[in-house]
């Protein structure tokens, strides 16, 4: 695990010599404030193309509003932030998105809501309608794709919004909690079936949780915030080997490594 | 009990009803002109179904043209609201107070304005369907998720694709819902801009049997006001079951 080179503010961060992978996402001295609350402080960090980057913080501590920050639906109070170089202004073109609730279109089919995007952009679902069948089955939703949400399970309802995010396979898919409504034991296994749909395409993707365990198991990279304002408290490299299985959750390293995000979380508590 | 259709109980219910009233009646002091027989009443309906077919003709015309334009107009002034939200604190009050009052007595207002024609029983029509319609596409067009709304934005979807593949098809279920009280309220325009004047409509002959004392003639004529009402229901029922079969509502368990 590296240490943040830690300067005036803990935000800013090196990243190790000899890392040859392009930036795609840079952040910085990144501020908003809503009215008169400050919900995030001073962010600055970057992020490595084809990397899972999970965000995790208690409650509050501004995730969601970063994550909205860098798709351009939420403005920024001051800072940059920069997509493949450009400064984002705006809601950016080519990212994916999974919220907490799956947002399907109840009156669309499976293969039907996954279209949607493309439909959006103008772009014959005709055309994508192959790549959406590969989707459904590496998501195991086979056989599903006539089916209305109302049909499905939370968690079958949470694939589909993952494989409608992935659909036009942009550079960055950002996921906000997505098993956040999910049971413990669900949101385990979307986790495992998470990790196996993105180990094909490697996009880029910004995962907030509150769950350490679910961000060490997935990520190659732990951003930790703290409480509001949310700010860095500290990066973590996450070491473990890929594939990543259950057996994975009882490796030493993993625990070490839950250890220091769940310790840097609680930083300032209890005092 | 339970193996017999839904229907069947109703049904035994009003046949029930209809021998009471036939051979119950004799045994009162009930004159015909207030309370006819049933059996008078069919014999009636059938002597002046070509009339009634023509007059009902008349009202069904005006009653969904109103309909149609206040589907239309309701339908655009919710999607002004929505998107100039400025517009919002004018609109809706004002409609509101405006459907607080009864339409029944600006009528004779419009008959002076436009006449004993065909014009003031659809502005009739329209007028009183008006306000349901806009109030559910109001609702049905403007509450989206706000996670939808994102996900569109994100996905470069422009405001015209948005409105017809999001914000319309949401607002279907509404819309379906406010035509089963519209329609209603659109015949009751049309029949009471025809009690007002004019010489054509089921209002019209409803009134022409009043003063003829034909009371027989009168169910008869509600009667066909009764069936022509539950046709229009029965096809928005019909239209929900075979598009909105999506709707929370309507699945089936």
Request: glycine fraction near 8%; charged fraction near 15%; charge should be neutral.
């Amino acid at each position: 695990m590296l240490h943040l080179a830690e300067q005036e503010d803990v935000g800013a961060q090196a990243r190790p010599s000899g890392d040859q992978a392009p930036t795609i996402v840079e952040i910085a001295a990144l501020t908003k404030k809503f009215e008169s609350v400050l919900a995030v402080d001073e962010l600055s960090f970057r992020i490595r193309e084809n990397e899972f980057v999970s965000i995790v913080g208690p409650s509050g501590c501004g995730k969601s509003t970063l994550l909205r920050m860098i798709s351009g639906l939420v403005t920024t109070t001051s800072g940059t932030i920069r997509v493949r170089g450009e400064v984002v202004s705006r809601p950016i073109q080519d990212v994916g998105m999974v919220f907490q609730s799956p947002v399907l279109l109840p009156w669309r089919t499976t293969l039907g809501n996954i279209l949607f995007v493309a439909e959006m952009r103008g772009l014959s679902a005709r055309h994508y309608r192959e790549r959406a069948q590969t989707l459904m089955e590496t998501a195991g939703l086979g056989g599903f794709e006539n089916s209305y949400p109302y049909e499905l399970s939370g968690g079958m309802q949470q694939r589909v919004a993952i494989c409608r995010a992935l659909l036009l396979d942009p550079s960055i898919i950002l996921m906000d909690e997505p098993f956040g409504a999910l049971d413990i034991i669900t949101r385990e296994r979307m986790a495992f079936e998470l990790q196996r749909i993105w180990s094909s395409s490697r996009n880029t993707v910004l995962f907030v949780t509150h769950s350490i365990s679910e961000a060490v198991l997935l990520s190659d990279t732990v951003i930790v915030m703290t409480d509001r304002p949310g700010r860095i408290s500290e990066i973590v490299e996450i070491d473990l080997p890929r594939p990543r299985d259950t057996d994975t959750l009882t490796a030493h390293r993993f625990i070490e490594l839950s250890a220091t995000v769940r310790s840097n979380i609680t930083v300032g508590w209890g005092d | 009990m339970q193996h017999v259709a839904s229907w069947a109980k109703p049904l035994l219910f009003l046949v029930g009803l209809i021998a009471v009233w036939q051979y119950g009646i004799s045994f009162t002091s009930v004159p015909s002109y207030v309370l006819p027989l049933p059996s008078d009443i069919f014999a009636r309906f059938v002597d002046t179904f070509a009339v009634q077919l023509h007059h009902l003709g008349f009202t069904a015309m005006t009653t969904l043209i109103g309909l149609t334009i206040a589907l239309g107009f309701g339908v655009l002034l919710a999607l002004l609201v929505i998107y100039v939200p400025a517009i919002k604190g004018i609109v809706l009050p004002f409609l509101a107070a405006f459907n607080g009052i009864p339409k029944i007595a600006i009528a004779p207002l419009f008959i002076i304005w436009f006449g004993l024609g065909i014009e003031s029983k659809i502005l009739l029509a329209f007028l009183l369907a008006l306000f349901p319609i806009f109030v559910n596409s109001l609702s049905g067009l403007g509450e989206i998720e706000t996670d939808m709304l994102d996900l569109s934005k994100l996905s470069g979807g422009s405001a015209f694709r948005i409105f017809f593949k999001v914000r319309l098809m949401n607002a279907l279920p509404y819309i379906a819902d406010a035509l089963k009280v519209a329609f209603p309220l659109a015949l009751v325009g049309s029949i009471v801009g025809e009690f007002i004047g004019g010489n054509r409509g089921i209002g019209y002959l409803i009134l022409s049997a009043q003063f003829t004392m034909d009371t027989a003639l009168v169910f008869a004529a509600l009667l066909s006001i009764t069936v022509f009402t539950s046709l229009g229901i029965g096809a928005v029922a019909l239209f929900e079951r075979l598009f909105l079969k999506w709707r929370p509502s309507r699945r089936s368990r």
